[in-house]
């Protein structure tokens, strides 16, 4: 199991915020990936089946301020609390808005208040389970779509985890561990620029 530094180290270097030439007129939104370490396990955590995020306000500096004051917002995570490590490579959800991850570490312990306006319930999972086949179906490889069914020990509840939670889940999980996942995932975790400049481009010639 990595560290938090090696960890931090690893995605560091796939910081994406020159990286990749972003297309312009797109409607920017953001979403912070939160990791933290559990019992010597790397975990991530997300409300309902999505990451917190939402739309750029006016009054967001850039992708960070926009995913902090939305994780604030949707599960009470303040600023304050997060160690930003980095932004990952950007994708375009399916109402047209150019979604960009937001990587950072949290310290435990973390009680999260769910805004119950928007957020029905917060849970965490192992990093490494999205580069393992366990739970996972491929709904279209071509389209780098997949989909998890992840049962939480802790609730009993079983969650769905798919569409673009899973495709960022998946990134973070490969670039943080180092590791290829068990599944097609159409990137060289080494060097990913080149599939993610095409799957923005992918992407944008759909809209």
């Known amino acids: 199991m ?46 309902e089946v999505c990451f917190p995020g939402g739309k750029k306000d006016p009054g967001d500096e850039d992708d960070v301020g926009t995913a902090l004051r939305e994780a604030k917002e949707e599960i009470g995570l303040p600023a304050g609390q997060v160690e930003v490590v980095c932004r990952l490579f950007p994708l375009v959800s399916k109402n047209g808005l150019l979604v960009t991850p937001v990587v950072g570490f949290i310290d435990e312990p973390f009680s999260p208040s769910p805004n119950p306006a928007e957020v029905s319930s917060v849970f965490s999972v192992p990093l490494e389970f999205f580069t393992s086949g366990k739970g996972h179906r491929a709904l279209n490889a071509a389209s780098w779509m997949h989909s998890f069914h992840f049962a939480d020990p802790h609730s009993g509840e079983t969650f769905h985890i798919w569409g673009l939670t899973a495709m960022i889940a998946i990134m973070v999980a490969a670039f943080a561990c180092r590791k290829k996942p068990e599944f097609e995932i159409g990137f060289d975790i080494h060097d990913p620029v080149p599939f993610f400049q095409w799957n923005l481009q992918r992407q944008m010639s759909k809209l």
Request: charged fraction near 25%.
């Open 2 to 47: 990595r560290t938090k530094e090696e960890t931090i180290a690893a995605l560091k270097q796939l910081d994406s915020a020159d990286s990749l030439s972003h297309p312009a007129g797109l409607p920017k939104a953001a979403v912070l990936v939160p990791l933290f370490m559990k019992d010597g396990q790397l975990r991530t955590s997300g409300g």
